[in-house]
DNA sequence: ATAGTACACGAACATTTGTGCGATGTCAAG
DNA sequence: CTTGACATCGCACAAATGTTCGTGTACTAT
């Protein structure tokens, strides 16, 4: 399962209520979702709706207005892809008040998504519907690269500990699905169904997650190029006492 | 301004509206909130809903099913006392100044007022937050909830890379005189003039400046306790790559 | 006393908003 | 060609939900 296995339809949808949610602090409703995305009816939204929740992408609450939280421990995941255009995907929404307000400021909003394990993968990511905790918000300055796609994740374990990356820290990540030699990257392993936070080697077709732990508890990766996927590549890091 | 000088149904209002929206993940209808804080009337509710947004401590979308969002920022300014029954946050804070003068966007902005060494002198810290070099702007859960102005600092130096602060990191600090042993803190050194970033210990009436190094050109600073000032303790790290 | 203000109540009202259902189009399998 | 799962559309409906308004009470200032 891939985000880009979604129908555009469910990709759009899926974007928007995390745009939606982020600058509003409360989920659309199935109108304003048709509205934004191009369905005339609201029936074919809650069909759509219903296939996301199917596949545990969002959660519903039946007959409450509004009633619907995005899962994105798990949205994070399947690589939800960021809009290629604005970078930030929260001005990916076109016709919002939420586009207005962020085109004038030259800010990064990026969503906390989930947990990543830096140690002894963990196979599914324990998830709870959209966290209202995670969303932190830099200025341009802050970031020297080419803003786009960034989204943050939250370390667990202790793999990285040499890297300066602890547990408990916050690693923003940009998203893409290459990276070079010697990047930290976030890595979904194909098989093991998990996602885990390695230095990136490559020798031949073969790719190496390399902790940066001394310990031998902690040792590298070692899979065919095409069992692992790139998720993303860490930019920043931050740690909260 | 403070939380006690709302009404108690302000308050309660307030406490549920945090306590449902953190377990159901969207914001409470007027209905909702009537029940659980005992108040038979629609129109009471909006009237108080309309008194809070007054006071900023809320945003509201008119004509909106759960169109309100709490201000986090000032809550914590004003001091919210938040419900021992609902689990979270159980600790009583008084609120103080924080900067929060946009209000309706609930964030922190924080400003980068320099460098800091872990190693040289630099400039005092002043107190009014004047010709940043630019500024982080972090939200809500980003941070456990502020008690004192937060400002941000660039590192210079090495002393504290074992505890995984690098050169060039930024710290964010909240103001405060006082520490705990084991807090990193600014702190001013009298007589030397310089302010560094350190471990705290204190030993008898007097402070210890611990490093984070083991390389002995690293030593500890120690002072006597009138001769230290704290200017603020290391809350957050952020580092760009 | 009188007027004014803040707060509260309840009921009627007007939207907003989720749900249900029949009809249509597509496409691949039988 | 027929069948049937998918996905879509439009529309009607009912429930959920914000708004308005007339009324009442208590307290304050004039």
Redesign the pocket.
Same mark, same amino acid.
């Given at each position: 399962m891939h985000f880009s296995d979604l &129908?555009m %339809?469910q990709q759009k949808i899926l974007r928007f209520i995390l745009a939606f949610t982020t600058s509003h602090h409360y989920p659309p409703?199935? %109108? !304003?979702i048709g509205d934004e995305v191009g369905?005339? &009816?609201? &029936?074919?939204v809650?069909?759509?709706l219903s296939?996301l929740e199917d596949f545990e992408l969002i959660s519903r609450d %039946? !007959?409450? &207005? %509004?009633?619907l939280s995005l899962n994105l421990p798990r949205l994070a995941e399947i690589g939800l892809a960021f809009d290629e255009a604005n970078g930030n995907y929260a001005s990916a929404m076109d016709g919002l008040a939420a586009s207005a307000e962020n085109a004038r400021s030259h800010r990064f909003r990026i969503p906390v998504l989930g947990k990543i394990a830096a140690g002894q993968p963990i196979p599914v990511i324990p998830s709870e519907p959209y966290d209202p905790e995670g969303w932190i918000e830099l200025t341009e300055g802050m970031l020297s690269l080419p803003t786009g796609r960034l989204f943050a994740l939250r370390v667990q374990g202790n793999s990285m500990i040499d890297a300066s990356v602890l547990n408990g820290d916050i690693v923003i990540l940009q998203q893409q699905e290459t990276a070079n030699n010697g990047d930290m990257v976030a890595a979904w392993i194909e098989g093991d169904e998990e996602t885990t936070l390695k230095y990136l080697r490559r020798e031949g077709d073969m790719v190496h997650l390399m902790p940066a732990n001394p310990n031998p508890e902690y040792q590298p990766i070692v899979r065919p190029a095409d069992k692992v996927r790139i998720n993303g590549k860490v930019v920043s890091v931050i740690r909260m006492l």
């Open positions: &129908s %339809r409703t199935i %109108r !304003e369905i005339s &009816s609201t &029936s074919v809650n069909y759509n296939k %039946r !007959e409450v &207005s %509004r009633g």
